[in-house]
């Protein structure tokens, strides 16, 4: 660790599922079912909160969306004291809000309505829309579609006081200029250190450009190119990261979406402790 970096005393996180053998074998889900699993793990591990996940498959089964939902989740999170602050909404990736088919893409306006309104509830404070990979933003075409298709959303987060957390692909000037295009400080940035990584961006630069609209980060490690790796073994430039976050007073979470094995736990501990004793207490 460099000189100076120090320990940030944020609220440390999960993403969703990290704990427990995989859903349906997939990397990264919702596990329906036994979603509420995690939380005893989570508390026992000192972690404060969970983001939760919300997928294309199956998305009318998760709580976020089950008009009962929110309570069930409130209930768990009053008993264990592992908080649900932020919801990485991965089902975007499969149904953009840029969709270049228009019925596609208001059906997900109406999808991230509902999240609002059932993040109000919970007291959400960020809900993450990946725009990377299959849901990447490759034109302006692509571009000004979101931007038309968030427009009409931004009234209600500011209402529900949830921010709307970018996750692009794009260079940091090129993000940088698209949230120009908000009116609404609600609009932030959701920065994951692994992908960040993989793409061959400078922390440095990055939030040089935008790193006081900041509020969700992942915790992450990859190859330049590459994929997901135990922290420390990666290309991500973790000291040169927390060295430019430092003067923006950071305060939402970090969340753990570090690599996993198919049962979750012992690799996870190994990475938490990792990042402990270097940057987080």
Known sequence: MSQGIGAYRNPIGVMQGRLLPKYQGRYQAHPVGYWQDEFPRAAELGLQCIE???DFNDAEANPLLRPEGPDEILRVSAETGVKVHTVCADYFMEAPLHHPDEKIAAHSQGVLRRLLAHGKRLGLTDVVIPCVDQS???DQAAQDR??????PLLAEAEAAAINLSLET??????FAALLARFDSRRV??????GNSAALGFDPAEELACYGGRITDIHIKDRVLGGGSVVLGSGNT???RFFEALRPFDYKGPFIMQVYRDDEGVAVFRQQLEWV??????
């Open 52 to 54: 939760f996940i919300l």
């Open 136 to 138: 990447s933003m490759r």
């Open 146 to 151: 979101f931007v038309s298709a968030m427009q």
């Open 169 to 174: 692909d794009l260079a940091p000037q090129s």
């Open 188 to 193: 932030t940035v959701n920065y994951d250190t």
């Open 237 to 239: 430039q973790f000291d």
């Open 276 to 281: 402990r004793q270097r940057y987080l207490k």
